[in-house]
């Protein structure tokens, strides 16, 4: 549970770092680097699933 909330956190720090900047390519670029943390530590060796993921929801959050 620590883990998951550590994630999270640094997720939504991550993200809103880019706010100020309006660029989607940035906000991909720090929710792949999320989703690929959280790949490795939660389900060991699944970075690549967990950037693509990551990524996706990255560009989207701002739309959102």
Do not use: Q, W, Y
């Amino acid at each position: 549970m620590h883990k998951i909330s550590s994630i999270a956190l640094f997720a939504t720090l991550g993200l809103a770092a880019c706010d100020e900047i309006d660029s989607d390519i940035e906000r991909a670029a720090v929710g792949a680097a999320v989703g690929c943390v959280a790949g490795e530590v939660l389900v060991d060796g699944r970075c690549v699933e967990g950037a693509v993921i990551g990524g996706a929801v990255g560009a989207i959050s701002d739309d959102l």
